[in-house]
């Protein structure tokens, strides 16, 4: 497909917005230091960070509702620059966190309205790549972004890494300005109209579907280094490498996903869902062998990222009515699922399960998905063969 330079625009803010949301968790030791608090209190700007895109996003939708569609995506920029450049100069933990806050409050709403006008940028029968080419940059951000303001963060400070994603915000919001097409304000409806569209039954299975993709994703990837530390043998460049061939995983995911999702979008979804969990499976039998580990690790990834892209797709041509709201909802349900994946994985391993048995719980959750996803097709499929009235 040709890419329009405002697809690349919305890349850009996503890998900014994907460094500053990641990139915290390689620096929680120089944060601890300098603001004189513990790691697990540091850590405390990880959860608040989720939290606010959970709860918050779908407030600024609302109040970004009646906007249009580029004023309201340079607004959220602006809101993010703001966000960050307060994290840079916060001279305690309350107002990291409070800045912190802020910045998630852009997260979850720009990824929101940014897929809805990523697919819009290009044909129907493209809105599935287009959709994945925008969160590429959040992938890209996860390979490149981390570890580079991590590193910089150490060697400089970690004010300097958000300096620079001050700058990277600046660079997207410029991009923006330039490239997003202006479009007419949206056809006025009341909130509570566009809330019901949350309600109907297809749009519902297809966020608790995304939650339950993004679950099963971080039930292993939040404890992946010490699995492949303690369980696999690798050593910590190893684990290292392992990582970085994981972000090409993600990135490859990314874009046979959205190409999935334009030929057959639950079909597509249901396969990959089968596929995971034959992988999760498999990884959890090769987990001890360094190189089935490491091409299991890979399909993993791949896989697991491949499911993004159509099921945010799915959202918004079933929401239609409401996009920008359910769009951003469903960034929530990701994150949700984020939290909910992290919290079952690491009480399990509190009960006495080990590393090597979290693809299990993964496989769980994929299957859940899987089976939403086959009622989601039915009964899409049913509604198509009803008579017209």
Same mark, same amino acid.
């Given at each position: 497909?040709?890419?329009?330079?405002?697809? *690349?625009?919305? @890349?850009?803010?996503?890998?900014?917005?994907?460094?500053?949301?990641?990139?915290? &968790?390689?620096?929680?030791?120089?944060?601890?230091?300098?603001?004189?608090?513990?790691?697990?209190?540091?850590? &405390?700007?990880?959860?608040?960070?989720? $939290?606010?895109?959970?709860?918050?996003?779908?407030?600024?939708?609302?109040?970004?509702?009646?906007?249009?569609?580029?004023?309201?995506?340079?607004?959220? &920029?602006?809101?993010?620059? =703001?966000?960050?450049?307060?994290?840079?100069?916060?001279?305690?933990?309350?107002?990291?966190?409070? @800045?912190?806050?802020?910045?998630?409050?852009?997260?979850?709403?720009?990824?929101?309205?940014?897929?809805?006008?990523?697919?819009?940028?290009?044909?129907?029968?493209?809105?599935?790549?287009?959709?994945?080419?925008?969160?590429?940059?959040?992938?890209?951000?996860?390979? !490149?972004?981390?570890?580079?303001?991590?590193?910089?963060?150490?060697?400089?400070?970690?004010?300097?890494?958000?300096?620079?994603?001050?700058? =990277?915000?600046?660079?997207?919001?410029?991009?923006?300005?330039?490239?997003?097409?202006?479009?007419?304000?949206?056809?006025?409806?009341?909130?509570?109209?566009?809330?019901?569209?949350?309600?109907?039954?297809?749009?519902?299975?297809?966020?608790?579907?995304?939650? $339950?993709?993004?679950?099963?994703?971080?039930?292993?990837?939040?404890?992946?280094?010490?699995?492949?530390?303690?369980?696999?043998?690798?050593?910590?460049?190893?684990?290292?490498?392992?990582?970085?061939? $994981?972000?090409?995983?993600?990135?490859?995911?990314? *874009?046979?996903?959205?190409?999935?999702?334009?030929?057959?979008?639950?079909? %597509?979804?249901?396969?990959?869902?089968?596929?995971? =969990?034959?992988?999760?499976?498999? $990884? @959890?039998?090769?987990?001890?062998?360094?190189?089935?580990?490491?091409?299991?690790?890979? *399909?993993?990834?791949?896989?697991?990222?491949?499911?993004?892209?159509? !099921?945010?797709?799915?959202?918004?041509?079933?929401?239609?009515?409401?996009?920008?709201?359910?769009?951003?909802?469903?960034?929530?349900?990701?994150?949700?699922?984020?939290?909910?994946?992290?919290?079952?994985?690491?009480?399990?391993?509190?009960?006495?399960?080990?590393?090597?048995? *979290?693809?299990? =719980?993964?496989?769980?959750?994929?299957? %859940?998905?899987?089976?939403?996803?086959?009622?989601?097709?039915?009964?899409?499929?049913?509604?198509?063969?009803?008579?017209?009235?």
């Amino acid at each position: 497909m040709s890419l329009p330079p405002a697809l *690349l625009a919305l @890349a850009v803010a996503s890998f900014g917005i994907g460094t500053s949301e990641f990139v915290i &968790m390689g620096l929680l030791p120089e944060v601890s230091v300098d603001l004189g608090v513990s790691i697990p209190s540091a850590g &405390m700007l990880i959860t608040g960070y989720a $939290l606010g895109v959970t709860f918050g996003a779908p407030i600024l939708a609302a109040a970004t509702a009646r906007l249009p569609r580029h004023s309201a995506l340079m607004g959220l &920029m602006a809101l993010f620059v =703001i966000g960050n450049l307060l994290c840079a100069v916060a001279p305690s933990q309350a107002t990291l966190m409070a @800045a912190r806050m802020i910045t998630a409050l852009s997260h979850g709403a720009f990824f929101g309205l940014g897929a809805v006008a990523a697919s819009q940028l290009v044909p129907p029968h493209q809105r599935g790549q287009a959709i994945s080419l925008m969160f590429a940059g959040l992938t890209l951000a996860n390979v !490149l972004g981390v570890p580079v303001g991590t590193a910089l963060g150490q060697a400089l400070g970690w004010r300097c890494t958000f300096w620079v994603v001050v700058a =990277i915000g600046a660079v997207a919001a410029v991009t923006l300005l330039r490239w997003l097409p202006m479009t007419p304000m949206p056809r006025p409806r009341s909130l509570l109209s566009e809330a019901r569209v949350l309600g109907q039954p297809q749009v519902l299975l297809a966020m608790v579907m995304s939650a $339950l993709a993004s679950a099963s994703m971080f039930s292993v990837f939040t404890y992946l280094s010490p699995l492949l530390r303690d369980e696999t043998g690798f050593s910590p460049r190893e684990v290292a490498f392992m990582l970085l061939l $994981l972000g090409g995983g993600l990135t490859i995911g990314h *874009l046979l996903g959205g190409r999935l999702g334009d030929w057959r979008l639950m079909p %597509s979804v249901i396969g990959l869902c089968g596929a995971l =969990i034959l992988v999760l499976a498999a $990884l @959890a039998f090769t987990v001890h062998d360094p190189l089935l580990a490491t091409g299991g690790v890979f *399909l993993w990834g791949m896989l697991a990222f491949a499911l993004a892209s159509p !099921l945010q797709l799915r959202v918004v041509t079933q929401a239609a009515e409401a996009p920008h709201l359910a769009s951003t909802v469903n960034q929530g349900a990701f994150n949700l699922g984020n939290a909910a994946g992290a919290w079952i994985s690491g009480t399990a391993l509190n009960l006495g399960v080990s590393l090597a048995d *979290l693809p299990w =719980i993964a496989a769980v959750l994929t299957a %859940s998905a899987m089976v939403l996803a086959i009622l989601s097709h039915a009964l899409g499929e049913q509604g198509s063969r009803q008579p017209a009235v």
